[in-house]
Structure formats: C-alpha cells, structure tokens
C-alpha cells in the first residue's frame, strides 16, 4: 500500500474515534462499555498504521537521499527547481563522451553528493527525470540529424606495391613497338704458353621486343550520384581504377603468364636465377653469393 493510502487509513481511524468521543461529550456522559471496545480497536488499528505510515516515510527518505533528492522536512523548493532544469540527455552524453557536466547538471549533481553524504560512482540525476516516459529515436527518426563528414572519408586498406622499389625500369612515353638490344656473348679469352695464338671470339647480340599489352576496367556512374556524391563519386573511382591498374601491373611484372594477353613475369621467364628459402645463415650467404657471381663452365 502506497503512502498516501496510509495516511487516509490512519485518518479515518482517528475520525472514528474522535466520533465516538464527541458523541459521548455531546450527551454530558462517559463512554459505554461498547464505545470503550470500539475506541480501543482503533486505537489498535490507528497505531499499527501509523507504524506502516512511519516505515514508509522512512523508506521514502532512503530513496530520495539515493537519488540526491532532500530529506522529508528540509527545504525543496530550490532543489526542485534544480532538477527540473537537469536534462538527462545531456547527463547520458556526457558519459558517452567522457566529457565534464556543467550548467544545471553539474550544479545538480554537487548539490545530491552534499545532501546524500557520498561520492557517486557516476553522476546523480533527479529520480523524478528517471520516471518520465520519453519518446525515443525509433519513434521520432525525423528529429535525428546525420552528420555526414565526407571530409573524414575512410578509404580502402590496400596492400603495398614493391616491383617499382625493386629497381624496375619505367619507360614512358612509348607509342609504337619498341626493340631494346642487348648484349648476347662476349669475346673469348685464354691462357696459352709462347707462341700459341690466343683464342679468337665474336661478340654477339641480341634484343629485347616489346609489344603494347592492355589493363582496364571500368564502372557506371549516374548523373544524379555524381552531382550529389561527398566525397565525389567521381574522384573515388579515378583512385580505385588507378590502383587496381598498378597493382595488375605490379603482379604482372613478378608472375605474369604471359598468356591471354597478360605480360609474361619474371618469376616465369626461363633460364633465371631460383633458389629455395634459406634455412640457416650460411645459405643466405649462397644466396647472395648466386645473385652476385656467374657460372663459369
């Protein structure tokens, strides 16, 4: 039973017993011996209730000292006034953001921590704003703005280039075919004892053909997305193609097939260099002894 139905309780019964004592008084006469019981029945009743009424209050005061409201008895009138200005929307994102509470709400809350005696582990907010039915963003999505920060886009996370680091040689400009030579065999040189003539040798040549090989791809924009796009629509494809281009690139000059149209990469090109993955230092020293000397036959 609720406070305020206590209070009306004890309220009758003193009615009650106040009735039966003017009654008496009214007639110039004692009360009867069935008055007596009566009164003494709510005298009973009035003192249990006024125990549950008593209890109650009690209770009520925790609460209130809990949710950094006055006690029963002291002044209410400014704190009140105070937590009627407390926007818990403005308390819950403050804790969302870690920010520091001013105004009414940080007023507020260092007026509850006085009153109740204790440090809050988060902040105190009025227990009458906790009881209030709120519409919710579910309910009201036409009152929720959207930021959009095209200026903080967020683009792709792409994998590292490397054949341009190793050393590769960029020719640009090219139009027709090109024909690159090379060297092919050098002379011959020998040791040979007085008189023998030394070994006779041609130098021979050879040449490097390119022919021109195609990578492309390509994608449909709406005049509507690109008039309206942030960042622009436009500008993000120019990236990704220009990306996805180089890395075929990229893939092509290490493991291309050579085939269907595709350059022809070194790791697939006959007569290279090849070894396995070094187990200990000595064979990493093989290996970059490979990469610096020719074999002699």
Do not use: C
């Not at 309220?11 to 009650?16: E, I, Q």
């Not at 409201?69 to 929307?89: N, R």
């Not at 996370?157 to 040689?169: C, D, F, I, Q, T």
């Amino acid at each position: 039973m609720n406070l305020n139905a206590l209070r009306e309780q004890r309220s009758t019964k003193v009615a009650s017993m106040k009735a039966l004592v003017d009654k008496a008084a009214a007639e110039s006469r004692d009360l009867s011996a069935d008055e007596i019981k009566q009164f003494d029945v709510l005298k009973v009743e009035e003192r249990t209730v006024s125990a549950q009424v008593e209890r109650a209050e009690y209770m009520g005061d925790i609460e209130r000292r809990a949710a950094g409201e006055p006690v029963s008895g002291a002044p209410t009138s400014d704190m009140d006034k105070l937590a009627g200005a407390v926007m818990t929307i403005k308390v819950i994102k403050s804790q969302m953001e870690g920010t520091p509470l001013d105004g009414a709400e940080k007023e507020y809350a260092q007026e509850a921590e006085r009153r109740s005696g204790r440090k809050a582990e988060g902040v105190f907010v009025p227990f009458k704003s906790l009881e209030r039915r709120a519409n919710t963003t579910v309910t009201a999505p036409e009152l929720v703005g959207t930021d959009h920060r095209a200026q903080d886009y967020i683009g792709p996370l792409r994998e590292a280039l490397v054949a341009r680091s190793l050393g590769v040689r960029v020719l640009s400009g090219l139009v027709g075919n090109v024909s690159i030579p090379k060297f092919g065999n050098g002379l011959e040189t020998g040791w040979v004892t007085e008189g023998q003539a030394v070994p006779e040798g041609e130098m021979g040549f050879d040449n490097v053909t390119l022919t021109p090989r195609h990578v492309g791809g390509k994608t449909e924009m709406s005049r509507q997305l690109i008039q309206q796009s942030a960042p622009g629509i436009e500008q993000l494809v120019r990236e990704d193609l220009s990306f996805l281009i180089a890395r075929q690139i990229d893939r092509a000059i290490i493991t291309g097939s050579g085939l269907a149209g595709e350059p022809r990469g070194i790791l697939n090109t006959v007569g290279i260099q090849t070894a396995d993955m070094p187990d200990t230092w000595l064979e990493v020293l093989a290996m970059l002894e490979k990469l610096d000397d020719v074999e002699i036959a």
